[in-house]
């Protein structure tokens, strides 16, 4: 057994990007939010991702702009440090080390140098606390800083960031816990308290949410459970402070936001509707309805320009100061479970699985970008807790990504449960799936499994269900219609002794059908639907089924609930190995014969990849995460590696994916793979065989031949080196066109760079008429250097160099071409022009 080597887990995209507010750059022309262990870049005007910040160990909890310098970025880490980006470029500036796990980073002008952030109070009691402290952040030349002085600013701290805020550009903080609201005055270091009681006359709840502060005026906003937003005035006399109230959210309001100049508050919530209310004017309102999930956080530009606003279905949406939307960023929708299995679309080659309510989301595993969504349920989600709705639960694509099946459910919770199996047709015009069977009464009961045949002459669907049966659907074509118009129809319907079916499965060439009945597994075919064989050799039931691939397909491969891991030769119909492991995920390789198996034991997963024929796993991987796994999946590889390593080979063809509990989706990847990726992301690289153009001339520079003017010369190669071109153009050529600065910044930069210095660079026609004079002088021996010189140069120009080495002269040669030098040559040119 190979054991891991240079083999790695690594996060591979898909984090979630609405876990803190994200934040707009003060020219509104970036939006940075935190995604897992890194820092997002992303245009607003493109919505396309620049880059990432990359260099924390841990989740990102918070991320702010620098008040000094509006071009870097701090983000804080629960690996306990805060680390300072310049983000345009995607340069870690320095790293603070404050030793303690942190949760959010504010800033403020007034304190410069100083950050607060959340930390965890050490209590002796079980229940976990928050204080908020402020850390000076100390000025030194080195890249890694350790940030010693931290001092307390409150230890009445709520978890939840968005209760905490900064009022009147940093003259005081306010931060609001369960039913209390504390104001802290830094010039007075005093803090001033008031409560609400728990509930009101109408028993609304009163607990509070989410606080903002008015930028110029003293005025804080507050959100409650019960939907209602008070305005707080007064408070810095702490007997004589009022509240104002109101209304429009009917559940908790999650997030509030000034904007810049404090004309408006902007406020969201469950409903997914972001509701601006004008400063000062009452309860007159604007709002921006059915924005998607409902609504976590807001942020404005420093311009008040842009708004944003991140959604629970891991959607960042960029809006117009006139409040229209004008861009999303969708991640990889994360909603309370994964229902269906990770698939691959056949054609595009996607991430496919449940996202938003009643949708597949088709997403890109190369560009970390969700591609769109497939309406399966075709009713609209109503976003309010308790409601019994429709979910997509199963689905499965066939070989080539012709069909797709998908199975909704409603009353999982409930006796009266209600599905549907439904069978999508791939339209060319539309490039996406349409509708085309809609089975109402499939099965009695809940359907367990389904798949399709991998046969490439007929297509066929089986589904299994609790009710005790199992059945073939194959498409049919009514003799009144046309004959694009086909539909599916129950083709075969089975079951064996009564008993529940667990799973289903088609060998590699669609001439066996494997249906596990509790502990038995029936072999059907399914031309003829004769049952040929059973097998029942392993005590526990059935869990997991699937055939081997190429070389391997000879063999069956199942685990049971009693943690077995068991492997039949369907040549003989007996158990060929078994092993006592317990299995999560067992999940097949479509271009190999390799199968990975996700076992979890003493709280933690490993991962074993082995081949049917040999019980010996080629590869394991110790402790892969600490939760269990229940989602896989193998991607095909655009082009395959030439990995010679023996742990990495089964990484050839294929990359295993997998999703945590926590909806993290994690791969394993080779050291050399990542540096391949790491290198091409940095710089796109130019081929150096690319035509010689005159454009290609314009772009080149001289090349440093200083150093090499001592050396003697060697024999031009058949191919010269291509010129290098210029610093000030390869940035050019490399910046994408929407971070470039305008065109008139850039018009003086590039003129300067296409002009060609003359130092050192001999005229070509001044050195035509030397030779030519050299002709007519008679002068043999100088003539043939002459000559040959020319030659040289003429070839290295009909190649497209405009740089030539000068050749090392005498003196006696110095003299002689000085004076010819002054000698007047201008009625050579004439007489050059009129030879035929």
Same mark, same amino acid.
């Given at each position: 057994?190979?054991?891991?080597?240079?083999?790695?887990?690594?996060?591979?995209?898909?984090?979630?990007?609405?876990?803190?507010?994200?934040?707009?750059?003060?020219?509104?022309?970036?939006?940075?939010?935190?995604?897992?262990?890194?820092?997002?870049?992303?245009?607003?005007?493109?919505?396309?991702?620049?880059?990432?910040?990359?260099?924390?160990?841990?989740?990102?909890?918070?991320?702010?702009?620098?008040?000094?310098?509006?071009?870097?970025?701090?983000?804080?880490?629960?690996?306990?440090?805060?680390?300072?980006?310049?983000?345009?470029?995607?340069?870690?500036?320095?790293?603070?080390?404050?030793?303690?796990?942190?949760?959010?980073?504010?800033?403020?002008?007034?304190?410069?140098?100083?950050?607060?952030?959340?930390?965890?109070?050490?209590?002796?009691?079980?229940?976990?606390?928050?204080?908020?402290?402020? %850390?000076?952040?100390?000025?030194?030349?080195?890249?890694?800083?350790?940030?010693?002085?931290?001092?307390?600013?409150?230890?009445?701290?709520?978890?939840?960031?968005?209760?905490?805020?900064?009022?009147?550009?940093?003259?005081?903080?306010?931060?609001?816990?369960?039913?209390?609201?504390?104001?802290?005055?830094?010039?007075?270091?005093?803090?001033?308290?008031?409560?609400?009681?728990?509930?009101?006359?109408?028993?609304?709840?009163?607990?509070?949410?989410?606080?903002?502060?008015?930028?110029?005026?003293?005025?804080?906003?507050?959100?409650?459970?019960?939907?209602?937003?008070?305005?707080?005035?007064?408070?810095?006399?702490?007997?004589?402070?009022?509240?104002?109230?109101?209304?429009?959210?009917?559940?908790?309001?999650?997030?509030?936001?000034?904007?810049?100049?404090?004309?408006?508050?902007?406020?969201?919530?469950?409903?997914?509707?972001?509701?601006?209310?004008?400063?000062?004017?009452?309860?007159?309102?604007?709002?921006?309805?059915?924005?998607?999930?409902?609504?976590?956080?807001?942020?404005?530009?420093?311009?008040?320009?842009?708004?944003?606003?991140?959604?629970?279905?891991?959607?960042?949406?960029?809006?117009?100061?006139?409040?229209?939307?004008?861009?999303?960023?969708?991640?990889?929708?994360?909603?309370?479970?994964?229902?269906?299995?990770?698939?691959?679309?056949?054609?595009?080659?996607?991430?496919?699985?449940?996202?938003?309510?009643?949708?597949?989301?088709?997403?890109?595993?190369?560009?970390?970008?969700?591609?769109?969504?497939?309406?399966?349920?075709?009713?609209?989600?109503?976003?309010?807790?308790?409601?019994?709705?429709?979910?997509?639960?199963?689905?499965?694509?066939?070989?080539?990504?012709?069909?797709?099946?998908?199975?909704?459910?409603?009353?999982?919770?409930?006796?009266?449960?209600?599905?549907?199996?439904?069978?999508?047709?791939?339209?060319?015009?539309?490039?996406?799936?349409?509708?085309?069977?809609?089975?109402?009464?499939?099965?009695?009961?809940?359907?367990?499994?389904?798949?399709?045949?991998?046969?490439?002459?007929?297509?066929?669907?089986?589904?299994?269900?609790?009710?005790?049966?199992?059945?073939?659907?194959?498409?049919?074509?009514?003799?009144?219609?046309?004959?694009?118009?086909?539909?599916?129809?129950?083709?075969?319907?089975?079951?064996?002794?009564?008993?529940?079916?667990?799973?289903?499965?088609?060998?590699?060439?669609?001439?066996?059908?494997?249906?596990?009945?509790?502990?038995?597994?029936?072999?059907?075919?399914?031309?003829?639907?004769?049952?040929?064989?059973?097998?029942?050799?392993?005590?526990?039931?059935?869990?997991?089924?699937?055939?081997?691939?190429?070389?391997?397909?000879?063999?069956?491969?199942?685990?049971?609930?009693?943690?077995?891991?068991?492997?039949?030769?369907?040549?003989?119909?007996?158990?060929?190995?078994?092993?006592?492991?317990?299995?999560?995920?067992?999940?097949?390789?479509?271009?190999?014969?390799?199968?990975?198996?996700?076992?979890?034991?003493?709280?933690?997963?490993?991962?074993?990849?082995?081949?049917?024929?040999?019980?010996?796993?080629?590869?394991?991987?110790?402790?892969?995460?600490?939760?269990?796994?229940?989602?896989?999946?193998?991607?095909?590889?655009?082009?395959?590696?030439?990995?010679?390593?023996?742990?990495?080979?089964?990484?050839?063809?294929?990359?295993?994916?997998?999703?945590?509990?926590?909806?993290?989706?994690?791969?394993?990847?080779?050291?050399?793979?990542?540096?391949?990726?790491?290198?091409?992301?940095?710089?796109?690289?130019?081929?150096?065989?690319?035509?010689?153009?005159?454009?290609?001339?314009?772009?080149?520079?001289?090349?440093?031949?200083?150093?090499?003017?001592?050396?003697?010369?060697?024999?031009?190669?058949?191919?010269?080196?291509?010129?290098?071109?210029? %610093?000030?153009?390869?940035?050019?050529?490399?910046?994408?066109?929407?971070?470039?600065?305008?065109?008139?910044?850039?018009?003086?930069?590039?003129?300067?760079?296409?002009?060609?210095?003359?130092?050192?660079?001999?005229?070509?026609?001044?050195?035509?008429?030397?030779?030519?004079?050299?002709?007519?002088?008679?002068?043999?021996?100088?003539?043939?250097?002459?000559?040959?010189?020319?030659?040289?140069?003429?070839?290295?120009?009909?190649?497209?160099?405009?740089?030539?080495?000068?050749?090392?002269?005498?003196?006696?040669?110095?003299?002689?071409?000085?004076?010819?030098?002054?000698?007047?040559?201008?009625?050579?040119?004439?007489?050059?022009?009129?030879?035929?």
């Amino acid at each position: 057994m190979v054991e891991q080597s240079d083999v790695r887990v690594v996060r591979c995209g898909g984090s979630k990007i609405n876990f803190r507010p994200p934040i707009i750059s003060t020219d509104s022309r970036f939006l940075l939010c935190a995604s897992g262990d890194s820092v997002k870049v992303y245009s607003t005007r493109t919505e396309e991702w620049l880059h990432s910040l990359q260099g924390h160990t841990n989740q990102v909890t918070g991320i702010a702009l620098n008040p000094a310098n509006h071009l870097q970025v701090y983000s804080c880490s629960a690996d306990g440090t805060v680390k300072l980006w310049d983000f345009i470029d995607g340069i870690l500036i320095k790293t603070f080390i404050i030793g303690h796990p942190l949760f959010a980073i504010y800033v403020s002008e007034k304190h410069e140098g100083i950050v607060f952030l959340h930390i965890v109070m050490d209590t002796e009691s079980k229940k976990e606390g928050f204080q908020l402290v402020a %850390v000076h952040l100390p000025k030194s030349a080195e890249q890694e800083v350790e940030a010693k002085e931290l001092s307390a600013v409150s230890s009445q701290i709520s978890p939840n960031p968005s209760c905490t805020a900064f009022g009147r550009e940093g003259q005081y903080i306010a931060f609001a816990r369960n039913l209390q609201l504390n104001v802290y005055f830094f010039r007075k270091q005093k803090t001033y308290s008031f409560s609400l009681k728990a509930t009101d006359k109408k028993g609304a709840k009163n607990a509070f949410t989410c606080i903002a502060c008015h930028p110029t005026d003293d005025c804080i906003a507050t959100g409650h459970e019960d939907g209602k937003i008070r305005l707080w005035r007064n408070f810095i006399h702490k007997k004589e402070y009022t509240y104002s109230t109101q209304h429009w959210h009917h559940n908790a309001v999650n997030t509030l936001c000034f904007t810049p100049e404090g004309t408006n508050l902007l406020s969201g919530g469950i409903e997914s509707v972001l509701v601006q209310w004008q400063y000062g004017a009452g309860n007159r309102k604007e709002i921006l309805p059915r924005l998607g999930g409902s609504i976590l956080h807001v942020s404005t530009s420093s311009d008040g320009q842009l708004f944003c606003t991140s959604h629970s279905d891991n959607k960042i949406t960029v809006i117009e100061s006139s409040f229209k939307v004008c861009g999303v960023i969708q991640g990889l929708v994360k909603g309370d479970a994964v229902l269906t299995d990770l698939m691959i679309d056949p054609r595009s080659k996607a991430l496919v699985l449940n996202g938003k309510p009643g949708h597949l989301q088709f997403y890109s595993l190369l560009r970390d970008k969700h591609l769109y969504n497939l309406d399966i349920v075709q009713q609209e989600y109503i976003y309010e807790a308790g409601l019994d709705q429709f979910e997509v639960v199963k689905a499965a694509f066939d070989r080539k990504g012709f069909w797709l099946a998908t199975v909704e459910e409603r009353g999982q919770k409930s006796s009266d449960l209600e599905f549907f199996l439904k069978l999508w047709a791939y339209d060319e015009s539309t490039q996406s799936f349409v509708l085309n069977t809609t089975i109402t009464a499939a099965h009695t009961d809940r359907i367990i499994s389904m798949c399709f045949s991998s046969s490439e002459e007929t297509t066929m669907l089986v589904t299994t269900a609790e009710e005790g049966q199992f059945k073939a659907w194959c498409q049919g074509v009514d003799a009144d219609t046309e004959q694009d118009q086909n539909f599916w129809s129950c083709d075969f319907v089975g079951s064996y002794h009564n008993l529940k079916p667990t799973n289903c499965s088609f060998s590699a060439d669609s001439s066996l059908l494997a249906v596990s009945f509790q502990e038995v597994i029936t072999i059907w075919s399914p031309d003829t639907w004769e049952l040929l064989t059973t097998l029942c050799q392993p005590p526990g039931v059935i869990r997991d089924l699937c055939f081997g691939q190429l070389s391997c397909s000879k063999y069956l491969i199942a685990t049971t609930t009693e943690n077995l891991l068991c492997c039949w030769n369907l040549l003989t119909c007996a158990l060929e190995w078994s092993t006592s492991v317990e299995v999560s995920k067992l999940q097949l390789d479509p271009l190999s014969e390799n199968v990975a198996a996700f076992s979890y034991q003493s709280e933690h997963t490993d991962l074993f990849v082995f081949k049917p024929n040999e019980p010996r796993p080629l590869f394991s991987h110790k402790n892969v995460c600490s939760e269990k796994i229940h989602r896989a999946v193998f991607v095909p590889r655009e082009e395959p590696l030439n990995s010679c390593d023996e742990s990495s080979q089964w990484l050839n063809r294929s990359q295993l994916y997998f999703l945590t509990q926590n909806m993290d989706l994690m791969t394993f990847s080779t050291a050399t793979e990542e540096d391949r990726l790491l290198s091409s992301s940095r710089r796109l690289v130019i081929d150096d065989s690319v035509a010689v153009t005159p454009f290609y001339l314009l772009l080149g520079k001289h090349r440093q031949q200083q150093q090499k003017l001592d050396t003697p010369s060697h024999p031009a190669a058949d191919k010269p080196q291509q010129p290098q071109g210029s %610093v000030t153009i390869t940035e050019l050529l490399h910046t994408p066109a929407h971070v470039l600065p305008a065109a008139s910044v850039l018009c003086s930069m590039f003129v300067s760079s296409l002009l060609i210095s003359n130092t050192g660079v001999q005229d070509p026609l001044r050195k035509e008429m030397e030779s030519s004079e050299q002709e007519m002088n008679g002068e043999e021996e100088d003539s043939e250097e002459e000559m040959e010189a020319c030659d040289s140069q003429q070839e290295l120009r009909a190649q497209g160099s405009v740089d030539e080495v000068t050749p090392k002269l005498s003196k006696a040669q110095e003299r002689e071409l000085k004076r010819v030098r002054k000698t007047d040559f201008s009625w050579m040119a004439g007489l050059v022009d009129s030879k035929p």
